[in-house]
């Protein structure tokens, strides 16, 4: 992973990169938002001190290779509107978790969905990874339909999972096979 070049990936709307220090103005507005973290594991961050020590742990964790935070850069006007990343790597397996989070005013607009596509083209192709999985909270409905619409399948619930922010939650498992990917994009080719 470390020998790649760092990705930059188009799409119609966006430009997919690695999240830098100069991203943070724009990604506090998406994480100041209580709605954007109700399902995160972070708290709602207060102001850019929460923005810097989350950054932080970005590059603590993309020295280690254990995690890629990219952010969606609008290529109309330049405006970071929110993050996916690719974290708990096991290389041994192919295998990585993703996440993701888009500012509110941007929400119903079909960019997570672009932006998926493009990293998980890039993960199951440049990286060369097998499988890929989430772990969503059953009570949110836009999350589970936008991988269901990438072609995860839901795999099970796991229950009482976590404990996060105070609260006991299940976990919905979803995964997505390299092959499983690479069909469906030769079907809609
Ligand atoms: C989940 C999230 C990233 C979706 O992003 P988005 O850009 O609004 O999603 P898209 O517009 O690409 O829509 C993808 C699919 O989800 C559906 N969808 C979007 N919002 C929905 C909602 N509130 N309820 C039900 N379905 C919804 C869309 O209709 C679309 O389905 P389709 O392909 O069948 O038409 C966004 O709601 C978000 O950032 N939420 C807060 C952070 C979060 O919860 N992250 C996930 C943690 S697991």
């Given at each position: 992973m470390s020998s790649l070049p760092p990705p930059e990936l188009l799409t119609?709307?966006?430009?997919?990169r690695l999240v830098q220090e100069a991203d943070l103005t724009d990604l506090l507005a998406v994480h100041a938002?209580?709605?954007?973290?109700?399902?995160?594991?972070?708290v709602t961050w207060r102001g850019m001190a929460d923005a810097q020590a989350w950054y932080a742990k970005v590059l603590q964790r993309r020295r280690?290779?254990?995690?890629?935070?990219?952010?969606?850069?609008?290529?109309?006007?330049?405006?970071?509107?929110?993050?996916?990343?690719?974290?708990?790597?096991?290389?041994?397996?192919?295998?990585?978790?993703?996440g993701y989070a888009l500012g509110r005013r941007d929400w119903g607009e079909g960019y997570m969905q672009e932006a998926l596509s493009a990293l998980l083209d890039y993960a199951?192709?440049?990286?060369?990874?097998?499988?890929?999985?989430?772990?969503?909270?059953?009570?949110?409905?836009?999350?589970?339909?936008?991988?269901?619409?990438l072609g995860f399948q839901c795999e099970g619930l796991l229950r009482q999972r976590r404990v996060m922010k105070?609260?006991?939650k299940d976990a919905?498992?979803?995964g997505l096979l390299r092959d499983e990917w690479l069909a469906r994009r030769a079907g809609s080719r």
């Amino acid at each position: 992973m470390s020998s790649l070049p760092p990705p930059e990936l188009l799409t119609p709307r966006l430009l997919l990169r690695l999240v830098q220090e100069a991203d943070l103005t724009d990604l506090l507005a998406v994480h100041a938002d209580e709605e954007v973290n109700r399902y995160l594991p972070y708290v709602t961050w207060r102001g850019m001190a929460d923005a810097q020590a989350w950054y932080a742990k970005v590059l603590q964790r993309r020295r280690e290779g254990s995690a890629m935070q990219f952010v969606l850069q609008q290529q109309a006007g330049g405006r970071v509107i929110g993050g996916c990343l690719l974290f708990r790597f096991e290389p041994e397996s192919g295998l990585a978790e993703l996440g993701y989070a888009l500012g509110r005013r941007d929400w119903g607009e079909g960019y997570m969905q672009e932006a998926l596509s493009a990293l998980l083209d890039y993960a199951f192709g440049a990286m060369q990874l097998r499988r890929i999985e989430a772990e969503v909270d059953p009570r949110n409905r836009a999350s589970g339909q936008l991988l269901l619409g990438l072609g995860f399948q839901c795999e099970g619930l796991l229950r009482q999972r976590r404990v996060m922010k105070g609260e006991i939650k299940d976990a919905q498992m979803y995964g997505l096979l390299r092959d499983e990917w690479l069909a469906r994009r030769a079907g809609s080719r």
